[in-house]
């Protein structure tokens, strides 16, 4: 189990980066420490195990920003052609208002779905139907819904389509991200909890010393 943090990730960072930069500089502190154990061969594993863990948070960052973006890019991308779909399925019911058949075809009778999928699949089947129906073509064009307009829909569920997908692929790049860097925290936390303790012990007649490794002590 991971050691409970107090503080951000990023923070946690840098106090062990201290530590481990002064554990060596300070020469009290390095003989203290070396002499139960913690010598520079010791101390240079701890910074192999948080270079590699910086390299994870700095990785997973990465990805949760392009995670973010993506998805920006998807809710970009629904907002437009759900626009473009609501202003054309409006004016299909008014147009085929009494043509229950051709509404039913169109898939614009009763409320619109909320889930997703089931949002998607409706906006499709209006589009399938009337790119490939002439007469309900020529009907929305009374009211200036051309077929040119409707064949650019079919465009806007493509770019819909294909900014999820990415989305989606980057959402579980992220979460693999976290997952490495998540275990890399564990391991470095779990070495530095032990460097703490130890230096506790080999400075217990020097305490103050502690807060050259970034360690507040009262007093």
Do not use: C
């Not at 994870?56 to 052609?81: G, M, P, Q, S």
């Not at 208002?97 to 998607?120: E, F, Q």
């Not at 989606?168 to 925290?185: H, P, Y």
């Amino acid at each position: 189990m991971a050691t409970k943090r107090t503080k951000s990730e990023a923070e946690t960072l840098e106090l062990y980066r201290i530590s481990l930069e002064n554990v060596g500089k300070q020469p009290t502190i390095a003989a203290s420490m070396a002499g139960i154990g913690y010598d520079a061969a010791t101390i240079s594993e701890g910074k192999a195990l948080l270079k590699k863990t910086r390299q994870t948070f700095d990785i997973n960052r990465f990805e949760a920003r392009k995670t973010a973006a993506a998805y920006a890019d998807f809710l970009a991308a629904k907002a437009t052609l759900g626009k473009t779909y609501g202003y054309h399925r409006k004016i299909s019911k008014i147009i085929f208002k009494k043509d229950t058949l051709t509404l039913n075809r169109l898939a614009v009778s009763g409320s619109m779905p909320k889930a997703y999928i089931a949002w998607l699949e409706t906006v499709k089947t209006f589009y399938r139907v009337s790119t490939t129906d002439p007469s309900i073509q020529d009907k929305l064009a009374r009211l200036k819904i051309t077929a040119d307009a409707l064949h650019s829909a079919q465009t806007l569920i493509n770019r819909l389509e294909t900014t999820r997908t990415f989305y989606l692929r980057k959402k579980g790049e992220s979460q693999n991200a976290t997952k490495t860097k998540n275990k890399t925290f564990e391991n470095l936390d779990k070495w530095m909890a032990e460097f703490y303790a130890v230096a506790k012990i080999a400075l217990e007649d020097k305490p103050q010393l502690m807060e050259s490794l970034g360690k507040l002590v009262k007093g």
